[in-house]
């Protein structure tokens, strides 16, 4: 009975840690979190005599450069301190491939309502010229749009104009 207990706790104390990281948002698109967007792929705790000692983040960053890395983990071991564990440590994980499949699809629609269009889903495919050609305009939700550049503002998006609202807006590129 013991045991389930503190089974139990275990399991409680890793659903809270996992809420708490919903508070991290990405600094490059605050409407996001690390969780919504996929980049944490492990949670490790270690108690005893029913204290938090050590809680082990594991995060994939997006892009193996990616300028926020170092920012996402100071604030990782931020939120995730004030459970009150002794010792946080986030890890960063280049050999687990992100890809923008691992996305929520809730993280999708707040990059649509943000003024992103979200990346169209891969399966471990490559690009078809349909997905390409058929990126919806976050403004007019319309199609009528085409690629001006792949490179945007940030490493993972790429630059669009919609000839329904004449807008320009920025793409979430698919990876």
């Known amino acids: 009975m013991v045991e389930q207990t503190i089974d139990h706790r275990q399991q ?17 698109i605050p409407v ?4 919504d967007m996929g980049m944490i792929t492990a949670v490790q705790l270690q108690t005893s005599d029913f204290r938090l000692r050590t809680c082990s983040i594991t995060m994939t960053p997006t ?11 100071k604030n990782i071991h931020e939120e995730v301190m004030k459970l009150g564990f002794d010792e ?9 491939k992100w890809t923008s499949d691992r996305m929520k699809d809730s993280a999708k629609m707040k990059l649509e309502k943000f003024g992103l269009a979200p990346p169209v889903m891969l399966n471990d495919d490559e690009l078809t010229e349909a997905q390409l050609n ?5 403004h ?11 490179f945007g503002s940030t490493l993972c998006r790429a630059i669009r104009f919609c000839f329904s609202c004449k807008q320009g807006f920025e793409q979430f590129k698919p990876i």
């Open 134 to 138: 058929n990126v919806r305009c976050p």
């Open 12 to 28: 409680t104390i890793e659903n809270t840690v996992w809420e708490i990281l919903e508070n991290v948002k990405d600094p490059e």
């Open 32 to 35: 996001i979190s690390v969780v």
């Open 140 to 150: 007019c939700h319309s199609t009528d749009t085409t690629l001006r550049s792949a």
């Open 63 to 73: 892009f193996v450069g990616c300028p926020a890395i170092d920012v996402i983990k």
């Open 88 to 96: 946080v440590e986030v890890k960063v994980d280049f050999e687990t």
